[in-house]
């Protein structure tokens, strides 16, 4: 389709929705959502859109300081029993009276296995109703981040889940669909009037809630917009009143626009390639028997012969921080001073293959979204250019995040690109979930790269309890290094995420690449 058509075919979504008036926000980025199961999918851009109608018992203000939200007061009873008290007078958006069997029920669904959200309630063994507004957290240890993890820690209308048989999680990696993958019941000060994947997401203000937003926003049209160039068009047409998703050289030519504004600021998403290093046999390999990920000299040749600041300078334009941690600026347990990107060295990874038994090099496939991280499949490319040069050849399989997860979700890569941001503001979030060895619960769980490391498994179990800050951070910062130095993944860099708007357009940046509603004014 021609860019004019498309243009107009945004225009025409933007049509469809209700009259576009003061109180509208028109937002778009390039990402659409997975499922509106909120327990499914731990991916940003469908929390992002789901934290608007489901609510945790508490949650971040401007300041990314956590306040109450459903529950409006805790206190620790020991150091392993939490009592939560609930925010008496809600109800859901039919009506239905909020009490606590809906967190009870809603602890249940989350940790079912087919989802990848365990990691919201980790550490929490067990949860006792005392009344119908008092609940007692019973923690399996101390959890020094307890009120953190429990942000994303979505509670749904037990009733309405019952009543519509969708009492289970969504499957998602197997693409089965339930009730509440397309429908919603939340308590959050927005509804979710409806989603057609690919096209749009239609929100407006709940009159039950119990919550006052702080903006004047009564309605929200998400447009997902995959193609930059009819992304900008249609912010700089007026079909759109925000974009989260700047191409980035773009950003310099909407900056001098003076109907347009630009809020700068960094993302706590690091954005790092994942090799299978677990498998015996690696998979779309011209490499049979064995795998070459395995052997660290192979996975720090490819760390060496990435060009980080050629990315930064010539795809990102600037927008990006070069990465050796897996955890970004703003991070608890990120330290500058360790995050200092490996030279580029095609000599020496050449070396490493050599004495790795790869003197030729081998070839493998990446995998890689082509709509959901800044430049990702153009990153993607200009890696695959960057391993030829040690004789390293990867074919680039690209797709829509929907199904490229699916495939990440069921082992099925060789080695894939992946962008995690940290929900918590911790290093613990992104160690256990992404280094940590898989078992069945949140340990692990977006481990799809097979990584069985003993030494960081002992640190992150251990710092899952440490309530001492000095200890606990000394051990955040070991395991940082050790993930590091065994190259068990291999960072690119942390992105820098401008948002643009149109000058009558207030909100509060989000570095977790959140926008709220609630915090936002259009005039």
Same mark, same amino acid.
């Given at each position: 389709?021609?860019?004019?058509?498309?243009?107009?075919? $945004?225009?025409?979504?933007?049509?469809?929705?209700?009259? $576009?008036?003061?109180?509208?926000?028109?937002?778009?980025?390039?990402?659409?959502?997975?499922?509106?199961?909120?327990?499914?999918?731990?991916?940003?851009?469908?929390?992002?859109?789901?934290?608007?109608?489901?609510?945790?018992?508490?949650?971040?203000?401007?300041?990314?300081?956590?306040?109450?939200?459903?529950?409006?007061?805790?206190?620790?009873?020991?150091?392993?029993?939490?009592?939560?008290?609930?925010?008496?007078?809600?109800?859901?958006?039919?009506?239905?009276?909020?009490?606590?069997?809906?967190?009870?029920? !809603?602890?249940?669904?989350?940790?079912?296995p087919q989802g990848t959200m365990q990691i919201y309630v980790t550490g929490i063994s067990e949860i006792r109703k005392i009344d119908d507004h008092t609940i007692d957290?019973?923690?399996?240890?101390?959890?020094?981040?307890?009120?953190?993890?429990?942000? &994303?820690?979505?509670?749904?209308?037990?009733?309405?889940?019952?009543?519509?048989?969708?009492?289970?999680?969504?499957?998602?990696?197997?693409?089965?669909?339930?009730?509440?993958?397309?429908?919603?019941?939340?308590?959050?000060?927005?509804?979710?009037?409806?989603?057609?994947?690919?096209?749009?997401?239609?929100?407006?203000?709940?009159?039950?809630?119990?919550d006052k937003p702080k903006g004047n926003v009564t309605q929200v049209v998400y447009t997902p917009?995959?193609?930059?160039?009819?992304? $900008?068009?249609?912010?700089?047409?007026?079909?759109? &009143?925000?974009?989260?998703?700047?191409?980035?050289?773009?950003?310099?030519?909407?900056?001098?626009?003076?109907?347009?504004?630009?809020?700068?600021?960094?993302?706590?998403?690091?954005?790092?390639?994942?090799?299978?290093?677990?498998?015996?046999?690696?998979?779309?390999?011209?490499?049979?028997?064995?795998?070459?990920?395995?052997?660290?000299?192979?996975?720090?040749?490819?760390?060496?012969?990435?060009?980080?600041?050629?990315?930064?300078?010539?795809?990102?334009?600037?927008?990006?921080?070069?990465?050796?941690?897996?955890?970004?600026?703003? $991070?608890?347990?990120?330290?500058?001073?360790?995050?200092?990107?490996?030279?580029?060295?095609?000599?020496?990874?050449?070396?490493?293959?050599?004495?790795?038994?790869?003197?030729?090099?081998?070839?493998?496939?990446?995998?890689?979204?082509?709509?959901?991280?800044?430049?990702?499949?153009?990153?993607?490319?200009?890696?695959?250019?960057?391993?030829?040069?040690?004789?390293?050849?990867?074919?680039?399989?690209?797709?829509?995040?929907?199904?490229?997860?699916?495939?990440?979700?069921?082992?099925? =890569?060789?080695?894939?690109?992946?962008?995690?941001?940290?929900?918590?503001?911790?290093?613990?979030?992104?160690?256990? !979930?992404?280094?940590?060895?898989?078992?069945?619960?949140?340990?692990?769980?977006?481990?799809?790269?097979?990584?069985?490391?003993?030494?960081?498994?002992?640190?992150?179990?251990?710092?899952?309890?440490?309530?001492?800050?000095?200890?606990?951070?000394?051990?955040?910062?070991?395991?940082?290094?050790?993930?590091?130095?065994?190259?068990?993944?291999?960072?690119?860099?942390?992105?820098?995420?401008?948002?643009?708007?149109?000058?009558?357009?207030?909100?509060?940046?989000?570095?977790?690449?959140?926008?709220?509603?609630?915090?936002? =004014?259009?005039?």
């Open positions: 389709m021609k860019l004019h058509a498309l243009v107009l075919a $945004v225009a025409a979504a933007c049509a469809m929705a209700p009259a $576009v008036h003061a109180q509208t926000l028109r937002w778009a980025a390039q990402n659409d959502i997975l499922t509106l199961d909120p327990h499914s999918q731990n991916h940003a851009t469908t929390n992002a859109i789901l934290m608007h109608a489901y609510e945790g018992l508490t949650r971040y203000n401007e300041k990314y300081e956590i306040e109450p939200a459903l529950a409006t007061k805790w206190s620790f009873t020991s150091p392993t029993q939490v009592r939560f008290e609930l925010r008496k007078g809600v109800k859901f958006s039919d009506g239905t009276p909020f009490t606590a069997d809906d967190v009870i029920f !809603s602890f249940n669904r989350i940790r079912q957290v019973i923690l399996s240890a101390p959890n020094p981040i307890l009120l953190r993890n429990i942000v &994303d820690f979505r509670i749904m209308s037990k009733v309405w889940a019952e009543k519509n048989r969708t009492t289970n999680v969504q499957d998602y990696k197997n693409k089965e669909e339930n009730y509440a993958s397309r429908n919603v019941m939340g308590t959050g000060p927005y509804r979710i009037l409806s989603w057609q994947p690919e096209q749009r997401i239609m929100m407006a203000r709940n009159d039950v809630s119990w917009i995959k193609a930059e160039a009819t992304r $900008v068009a249609a912010l700089l047409s007026g079909d759109v &009143d925000m974009l989260t998703d700047v191409p980035t050289q773009d950003i310099d030519r909407l900056r001098s626009d003076k109907k347009l504004k630009v809020v700068d600021g960094p993302e706590v998403r690091t954005i790092y390639f994942a090799p299978d290093i677990g498998s015996n046999e690696l998979k779309y390999s011209n490499v049979k028997g064995k795998n070459p990920f395995k052997d660290k000299r192979v996975r720090e040749a490819l760390s060496i012969a990435i060009d980080r600041e050629a990315i930064k300078r010539n795809i990102m334009r600037g927008l990006s921080v070069p990465a050796s941690l897996m955890v970004a600026p703003g $991070v608890n347990g990120h330290d500058k001073a360790l995050d200092t990107p490996p030279k580029v060295d095609v000599a020496r990874a050449k070396k490493l293959l050599a004495d790795a038994g790869y003197p030729d090099g081998f070839e493998f496939r990446m995998n890689c979204p082509n709509n959901r991280y800044v430049n990702d499949e153009k990153i993607c490319q200009a890696v695959i250019a960057m391993w030829a040069r040690i004789g390293v050849k990867s074919q680039l399989a690209s797709e829509n995040m929907a199904t490229f997860i699916q495939k990440v979700q069921n082992f099925d =890569t060789s080695l894939y690109l992946l962008g995690w941001g940290v929900a918590t503001y911790d290093a613990q979030y992104t160690l256990q !979930s992404l280094i940590r060895t898989r078992t069945s619960g949140a340990d692990g769980n977006f481990n799809f790269s097979k990584i069985n490391d003993p030494t960081v498994d002992k640190l992150v179990d251990a710092m899952k309890t440490e309530t001492d800050v000095a200890k606990r951070n000394a051990m955040i910062r070991d395991a940082l290094v050790r993930t590091r130095d065994e190259v068990l993944a291999i960072p690119i860099h942390h992105q820098i995420r401008p948002w643009v708007m149109k000058a009558g357009v207030t909100t509060v940046h989000r570095s977790d690449d959140r926008p709220e509603a609630r915090f936002t =004014t259009v005039k």
